[in-house]
């Protein structure tokens, strides 16, 4: 049945294009960002179209506390992130940000900007160090840059996984530049391209759903979606969203939205419980079926007699037994004081 879903919702639903979200915490920062009922087409340029592909690209991106280089920089500590995300950012946006520095005499940018450095096509980035020079020159290549304006730009560097193999986006023009942003340790940084098919705007924009989507270049206002940086930690952000791979066709069919999510958790949740009791049942228990396996598998060797074949019968059921008795009982203590 689980195999067959696509096929048995196909006339109400669509997959394959985009999750469309089920649900956000309100604990999470992707719920600045994203609705209920919003698509999320792609992460880094790469489409996803199941769930699995959602975790597996956030996972991906993580970057580990171990891998960062640092500086310090006044009484903040920044890392430099290793995945080679860049932009090529104008040099006119560039001597713009120098402004920004040395706001409170502390050595950071506004709370509503990023803070980029330059980065080289061999893979390399450079930051200033950790030795003890002058603020001026620990700031001479980093810059103060709002991010929705420069995820606009276009990409360079080796770590966006959508263009790893596209050379061209290793350079940029001779009046732009390729600034990487700078991070925390620990933290990451991802492009979110989602789609609002069902808004209002969206619907009184376009006409009808049968319309395409937001592209994944279509990174400017829009009723119908658009793209978002993440800046974060991202292994408690892949599960604080609840996605689903099948989207109404329709409108009118948001009041049954729900009904694939709920369906494909609940085969699946069958799917868990129906493999757990079939590996129960087989165990050589008093009263399961495990008990005639095994005095069936006992026939066919020839090096037992009918009283031995009883004995390990009798041994076997006795120890497994008491064994499960005391497996299943931990289990239920562990539950009882995790919910109790």
């Given at each position: ?8 919702l ?18 999470s ?22 769930t ?46 120098k ?9 950071s ?19 200033p160090?950790t030795?003890k ?14 991010a929705?304006?420069v995820?606009k ?15 061209s ?11 990487v ?48 940086v ?6 408690s ?6 996605l ?14 729900d009904?694939?999510?709920i ?11 129906s493999?757990?009791?079939a ?25 037992f007699?009918r ?19 005391i ?14």
């Amino acid at each position: 049945m689980a195999l067959l879903l696509p096929l048995v919702l196909c006339p109400l639903y669509v997959s394959g294009d985009g999750l469309i979200v089920m649900g956000v915490s309100q604990s999470s920062s992707l719920s600045r960002s994203l609705s209920v009922h919003d698509v999320i087409l792609s992460v880094d340029g790469l489409n996803i179209r199941r769930t699995d592909d959602w975790m597996k690209m956030l996972a991906q991106g993580t970057v580990e506390k171990t891998s960062s280089h640092e500086f310090l920089g006044g009484s903040q500590s920044y890392g430099a992130t290793n995945s080679g995300k860049g932009y090529c950012v104008p040099n006119s946006w560039m001597d713009a940000s120098k402004n920004l520095w040395q706001i409170n005499d502390k050595l950071s940018c506004p709370d509503e900007l990023i803070v980029f450095g330059k980065f080289s096509c061999n893979g390399s980035a450079y930051f200033p160090g950790t030795d003890k020079v002058s603020d001026k020159k620990q700031t001479e290549d980093l810059y103060c840059l709002i991010a929705k304006d420069v995820v606009k730009l276009k990409k360079c560097g080796n770590g966006w996984r959508g263009t790893e193999d596209d050379d061209s986006n290793c350079t940029c023009l001779e009046e732009e530049y390729c600034l990487v942003p700078v991070l925390t340790p620990g933290f990451s940084w991802i492009e979110i391209s989602y789609a609002r098919p069902y808004s209002l705007e969206c619907l009184q924009k376009e006409g009808n759903l049968s319309s395409s989507h937001a592209t994944n270049d279509n990174f400017g206002p829009s009723p119908c979606g658009g793209t978002f940086v993440y800046v974060g930690d991202l292994s408690s952000t892949a599960s604080s969203v609840k996605l689903s791979p099948y989207r109404p066709r329709w409108a009118f069919f948001l009041l049954i939205a729900d009904v694939p999510y709920i369906l494909e958790n609940c085969l699946s949740c069958l799917l868990h419980v129906s493999a757990a009791l079939a590996a129960v049942n087989c165990l050589p228990v008093y009263f399961l079926d495990g008990d005639a396996i095994l005095e069936t598998a006992l026939r066919y060797v020839a090096w037992f007699n009918r009283r031995q074949q009883r004995v390990i019968i009798k041994v076997c059921r006795f120890l497994w037994t008491v064994l499960s008795i005391i497996m299943f009982s931990r289990f239920l203590y562990s539950m009882t004081v995790y919910y109790g």
